[in-house]
């Protein structure tokens, strides 16, 4: 059979058993959920915002339950979180992904989106700020505001990178000012300076291994005696000639002058000694991962470290039509390839499931009236220049008197992560402040011209001058405020 004929095989299979209720529905698999009632459409009809299938979040696990949920047949939404494709867009090259050698992750995620829209699934910029599963169909708040009701969802919320908690690492102190856990993003701006990296796990490597081309030394400091690398990974490290591996050794704080890291202090973790390394410039934080699951306390069994507990044989949770996969549910692999294969369990098992509430394509039909409407949280695409004459063009026909320029380059992990916000804002403002995307890496004299020294950069212009530049991401409602304050 052709690639062709076998797509539509499986398709009408699984449209059968979604009509039927009956063919891939097995019933041990979903034996010990609590029940929900048969559909009845007399409940549903008339309710606003329903969703028959919701995705939250948009890593490898999340898009692999949205392909196979939308290619069943089964309207699909994601809501894509606050960090739109995972943590693989904050990584440089995956050489694990099965069947390629060596891709960025950016692409692969780019790809994977592309992938599950061109099977229907409809991705939503937006983020879950709060559930209610305690009636049926589950309740979620958005960040926008937005009320949806899912007939069935999926958790794919990931995790997020753990921080050490030690003097001078928070928020206003050095964090984003040399502390960090993004050497993809950061690593060109310590050419020919001190750093280190914390951590003996295979990200603890990777971070090295970005950091070597450019740093003058490379410490990993392991607070065991230990690492926890595969055997590749540390070969690969051991070839850099300065990445040194520093075993018993953490961070007791980070130093600076109000404006960067200028040092740290380094404890032994069996002397308890402890040592001033006054020049360093860069701190690399690469200690693991908290699950992103506090929104779901109180409803999803979760373990002591708070991944969510599904199965077993399964990826469903405790909780009826609630599937979760990924870093969320999986202290153990936390492999990308794992994540989506999980994934794609995840998305069968909801298919099931929704099977055995009777709901099929005439139930979705009747229902088609009210289900969520995207359009009303559609971002505005930004228009993009890259030379100075469309730059002019610009300023002539402009009838805002602020322009935003957003400089970004397509491999920048910020840059990705920060565009739906500018969307956000750029549709939110429309009228009043006018956004602009520039390529850094293609727009030689715009970078030249504005001074650009990297990116993500944003710069604002009022009255034809510019009045500031932000270099650092912000959260949608930080982002608001700050823009808001130019209008004045
Ligand atoms: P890991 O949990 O594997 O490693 C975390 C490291 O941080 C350990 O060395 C741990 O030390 C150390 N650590 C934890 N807390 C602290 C602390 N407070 N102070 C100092 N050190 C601390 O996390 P990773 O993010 O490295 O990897 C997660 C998963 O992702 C793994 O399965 C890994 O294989 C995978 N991965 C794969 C990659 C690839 O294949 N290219 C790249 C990156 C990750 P200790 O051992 O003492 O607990």
Redesign the pocket.
């Given at each position: 059979m052709n690639r062709c004929k076998k797509v539509a095989a499986f398709i009408v299979l699984l449209m059968a058993s979604i009509i039927c209720g009956i063919g891939f529905l097995n019933h041990s698999k979903v034996k010990n959920q609590k029940k929900i009632p048969i559909i009845d459409l007399k409940l549903l009809e008339g309710k606003d915002n329903i969703v028959p299938l919701l995705v939250l979040g948009s890593g490898p696990a999340s898009l692999s339950a949205a392909l196979y949920g939308s290619r069943s047949g089964i309207r699909t939404y994601v809501l894509r979180g606050n960090k739109p494709g995972g943590q693989l867009t904050g990584?440089s090259y995956?050489?694990?992904w099965p069947a390629i050698k060596k891709i960025r992750g950016i692409e692969v995620m780019n790809d994977f989106e592309e992938q599950v829209s061109h099977f229907g699934s409809i991705i939503i910029s937006d983020s879950a700020t709060s559930v209610d599963l305690s009636s049926w169909p589950y309740r979620v708040i958005t960040e926008e505001g937005h009320e949806l009701y899912a007939l069935a969802l999926m958790v794919g919320t990931g995790a997020t990178p753990?921080r050490?908690n030690i003097p001078g690492e928070g928020d206003n102190e050095y964090w984003g000012k040399g502390v960090t856990t993004c050497a993809i993003c950061d690593a060109p701006y310590h050419r020919g300076d001190k750093v280190v990296v914390?951590?003996?796990?295979?990200?603890?490597m990777?971070e090295a291994l970005e950091l070597s081309p450019y740093a003058k030394s490379v410490h990993v400091l392991?607070?065991?005696n230990e690492l926890?690398a595969?055997a590749n990974?540390i070969a690969q490290v051991k070839n850099c000639i300065n990445v040194t591996i520093n075993y018993n050794k953490?961070l007791a704080e980070i130093k600076g002058d109000g404006q960067h890291v200028t040092g740290v202090v380094v404890v032994d973790t069996v002397t308890k000694e402890q040592t001033e390394w006054p020049d360093t410039r860069g701190v690399f934080l690469?200690?693991?991962?908290v699950p992103n699951t506090y929104i779901f306390k109180g409803y999803l069994n979760a373990d002591k470290e708070g991944y969510l507990k599904v199965g077993p044989g399964n990826q469903m949770t405790n909780w009826p039509g609630v599937v979760a996969a990924g870093d969320v549910a999986d202290p153990d692999?936390?492999?990308a390839g794992v994540a989506a294969g999980d994934g794609i369990k995840a998305g069968l098992d909801l298919v099931w499931w929704l099977a055995s509430l009777g709901f099929n394509s005439y139930v979705q039909e009747k229902l088609e009236p009210f289900f969520f409407n995207p359009h009303s949280v559609q971002k505005k695409k930004l228009e993009e220049i890259s030379s100075m004459a469309e730059y002019r063009e610009l300023i002539k026909n402009a009838s805002e008197s602020v322009i935003v320029l957003d400089f970004f380059t397509p491999y920048c992990p910020s840059c990705v992560h920060m565009l739906p916000i500018i969307e956000w804002a750029a549709a939110k403002m429309h009228g009043k402040i006018r956004f602009c995307k520039i390529d850094a890496s293609v727009s030689y004299d715009l970078v030249k011209k504005f001074k650009v020294p990297d990116v993500p950069h944003m710069i604002v212009i009022k009255n034809g001058e510019i009045v500031d530049r932000l270099k650092e991401t912000m959260p949608r409602a930080e982002f608001y405020t700050y823009l808001k304050k130019f209008l004045s």
């Open positions: 990584t995956i050489e694990n753990r050490l914390i951590g003996g796990g295979d990200s603890a990777e392991v607070r065991s926890r595969s990974m953490a690469a200690i693991g991962h692999y936390r492999q």
